[in-house]
C-alpha cells in the first residue's frame, strides 16, 4: 500500500533522515519505534507532506506522493495525527471533526462518519458542544484521533499518541487504535512507547539517528535482545 | 428560514442608520465638521475589519496594513483626476489596484510566521510608501492634489459591503479553513487544507478593502501625500484590531467608531491629545486583556435572530 524507498530529508544542513525505507501493506498495523531525535516524527511528516524528501521515493497505492503538497495527500486517503494532538483550541469537538472532513464533499458519508466516530469515543459524544482546549489531555487525544478518522483515511498516521497520558487512558487509546484497524483502516504507529506499540502492531521497524536498524514481525522484535536492551527495560 | 429573517433585519437595521444620518445632514443638524468625523469614522471602520480578516481570522500578524490603503488612495486618485473616471468606478480601480498589491505581497511573505511576517508586511509598506515618494507622476513627497468627492453615503456603502463581504467569507467553508490555520497551523496542513492559499486570500481581501478605504480617503481631504501612510498609519490600524479584540468583527466595528469619536474629541486639547489617548488604550488593556469584545460578536450577544455567529 505505501512504499518508501530510500528516503533522505533534512532540516537545513542537519541530515534527519539517511535512506529510510519501509513498507506497509493493506490492514496491518505497523509501528516505527526508536528513541527521541531518531527521526520518527520527520518520516511521519515526510509522509504526509509537510517535509519534503531530497531524495528517495515514496509510493502509495500506485502514485507517487513524496514530496506532493499536504492537502493532495489527505485528499489521496492518507491523515495524519499529528504529535501533541493539536486539536484547534478554540472550537467546539464537533467543529474540530468537521474541519478533519474539509476535503470531503459527501454530506451523507461525513454524518455517518461523525456518528461512528461519536460511537468510538462516546466521550466526545458527551461533550462535542464543549471548546476542545478545555478537554484533558486523554480526551484531546480521542478528539485528534476522530478528526483524522473524519477525512476517511485508507491509511491513519499516528504520531505518539501516548504522548503525556496516564497508562490506563494509553491502554484505551491503543484499544481504539486495534479497533479502527479492524475496521479497515491501514494504520502506521509511530511510538516512543515500544511495549504498547508492539503487543498491538503486526510488523515493527526501529529506527535511530534516521536509519532503520532492525524491522521484522512484532514478535520477532518484542524478543530480539537488542530491542529488549534498548526499549523495553532490560533482559 | 431563520439566517434569512436575522439578514432582513440587519439590512433594516443598516438601512435605519443611513436614513437617520442622511436625514439629520439634510436637515442641517450634522455640520461639515461632524460629517468629516463620520466620514473617516468609517474609513476606520473599513480598515479596521479589513485587517481583522488578516489578524484575527486567520491570525498572521500584518503590520503593513497602510501601504494597501496607500495603494487604493494614489490609484483611485489617479483615475479621477488623471482620466477623469467617475468617482464610483476610481474606488472599483483602487481596490483592484491594492488588492492585487495584496497578492504580490502576501506570496512570498506569507511563508514566514510570527514576528518575521510583522517585520516583512512593515518593511513592504515602506516600499509602497517610498515609491510613491519617488514618483514625479503622483507629485511625490509633495502629495497628489485631489478633488473632494467623498461622503456619508459613499463612506457608508463602502463599510456595508466590507461587513457584508468579510463577515460572510468568516461564516463560510473557507472561513473556516483560514480560523483553523489560526487556530493550529500544523494541524489545519495535516487535515488537508491548503493554510498557504488560505493566508493569501485572507491577505488579499484585506488589502482590497484597505484600498476602498483608502480609495475614500484620497477624496476626503483634497489633498493626499506618501507621509499619510506610513508605519504609524499601520499601528493606528492596528490598534483598533487589538482594542476590539482578536478575531472579533463587531469588535473591531466598535473599536474603530470609539477611538474616532475619542480622537475627534480630543482635537480641542492638543497639548494632552497624545497622552489621553495612549492612557485610554493602556486603561482599557489592563482591564479588558482580550479587547473589548475577546473573540465573541455582538450577534451572540444580543441573539439578534440566528444563534450566534459562528465564526468563534
Known amino acids: ?235 | 428560514m431563520k439566517k434569512s429573517k436575522a439578514f432582513l433585519g440587519y439590512s433594516i437595521l443598516a438601512l435605519v442608520i443611513y436614513a437617520v444620518v442622511q436625514g439629520m445632514i439634510m436637515g442641517g443638524m450634522i455640520d461639515s465638521y461632524y460629517q468629516n468625523i463620520l466620514v473617516t469614522m468609517c474609513i476606520n471602520i473599513m480598515l479596521a475589519v479589513s485587517l481583522h480578516i488578516v489578524i484575527g481570522v486567520t491570525g498572521q500578524f500584518s503590520i503593513g496594513h497602510a501601504g494597501f490603503m496607500a495603494v487604493g488612495a494614489y490609484f483611485s486618485a489617479i483615475a479621477t483626476m488623471e482620466f477623469g473616471l467617475p468617482f464610483s468606478i476610481a474606488i472599483v480601480i483602487g481596490a483592484i489596484a491594492a488588492g492585487l498589491a495584496g497578492l504580490l505581497v502576501g506570496i512570498p511573505t506569507l511563508r514566514l510566521k510570527g514576528d518575521y511576517l510583522a517585520i516583512a508586511t512593515l518593511g513592504f509598506a515602506e516600499i509602497i510608501r517610498i515609491v510613491f515618494v519617488n514618483v514625479d507622476y503622483v507629485g511625490g513627497a509633495a502629495g497628489m492634489a485631489v478633488n473632494q468627492m467623498s461622503n456619508w453615503t459613499y463612506a457608508y456603502l463602502g463599510v456595508i459591503v466590507t461587513i457584508l463581504v468579510i463577515s460572510n467569507f468568516t461564516n463560510s467553508r473557507h472561513g473556516r479553513g483560514c480560523i483553523s490555520v489560526r487556530e493550529d497551523e500544523i494541524a489545519a496542513d495535516a487535515m488537508g487544507i491548503n493554510t498557504t492559499y488560505y493566508k493569501v486570500v485572507a491577505f488579499t481581501i484585506g488589502a482590497i478593502f484597505a484600498g476602498v478605504a483608502g480609495s475614500i480617503f484620497a477624496h476626503n481631504f483634497f489633498i493626499i501625500q506618501p507621509t499619510t501612510f506610513n508605519f504609524l498609519k499601520s499601528f493606528d490600524i492596528l490598534i483598533l484590531v487589538v482594542l476590539g479584540g482578536l478575531g472579533s468583527l463587531s469588535g473591531s466595528v466598535i473599536a474603530a467608531v470609539f477611538i474616532t469619536f475619542i480622537s475627534a474629541y480630543l482635537a480641542n486639547f492638543t497639548e494632552t491629545r497624545m497622552i489621553i489617548y495612549s492612557l485610554v488604550l493602556i486603561l482599557v488593556m489592563l482591564y479588558r486583556p482580550t479587547g473589548l469584545m475577546g473573540t465573541k460578536e455582538i450577534t451572540q450577544m444580543l441573539k439578534f435572530g440566528k444563534k450566534g455567529g459562528s465564526n468563534v
Do not use: C, W
Request: charged content about 25%; aromatic content about 4%.
Open chain 1, 1 to 235: 500500500m505505501l512504499k518508501v524507498n530510500n528516503i533522505d530529508v533534512f532540516y537545513g544542513n542537519i541530515h534527519a533522515l539517511k535512506g529510510v525505507s519501509l513498507e506497509v501493506n493493506e490492514g496491518e498495523i505497523v509501528t516505527l519505534i526508536g528513541a527521541n531525535g531518531a527521526g520518527k516524527s520527520t518520516l511521519l511528516k515526510t509522509l504526509s507532506g509537510l517535509l519534503k524528501p531530497k531524495s528517495g521515493d515514496i509510493t502509495y497505492q500506485t502514485k507517487q506522493i513524496g514530496g506532493k503538497p499536504a492537502q493532495s495527500i489527505v485528499k489521496s486517503g492518507i491523515s495524519q495525527v499529528p504529535e501533541g494532538r493539536r486539536v484547534f483550541a478554540n472550537m467546539s469537538v464537533e467543529e474540530n471533526l468537521e474541519l478533519g472532513a474539509y476535503l470531503r464533499k459527501d454530506r451523507d458519508g461525513i454524518k455517518k462518519d461523525l456518528a461512528n466516530v461519536f460511537e468510538l469515543f462516546p466521550r466526545l459524544n458527551e461533550r462535542r458542544k464543549q471548546q476542545s482546549g478545555t478537554l484533558s489531555g486523554g480526551e484531546q487525544q480521542m478528539l485528534a484521533m476522530g478528526r483524522a478518522l473524519m477525512a476517511k483515511p485508507k491509511l491513519l498516521l499516528l504520531d505518539e499518541p501516548s504522548m503525556g497520558l496516564a497508562p490506563l487512558i494509553v491502554k484505551q487509546i491503543f484499544e481504539i487504535i486495534r479497533m479502527v484497524n479492524s475496521q479497515g483502516t491501514t494504520v502506521l504507529l509511530v511510538e516512543q512507547n515500544a511495549n504498547m506499540a508492539l503487543s498491538i502492531a503486526d510488523r515493527a521497524y526501529v529506527i535511530e539517528t534516521g536509519k532503520i536498524v532492525l524491522s521484522g514481525t512484532a514478535k520477532e522484535l518484542q524478543e530480539s535482545e537488542k530491542v529488549k536492551e534498548a526499549y523495553l527495560g532490560g533482559v
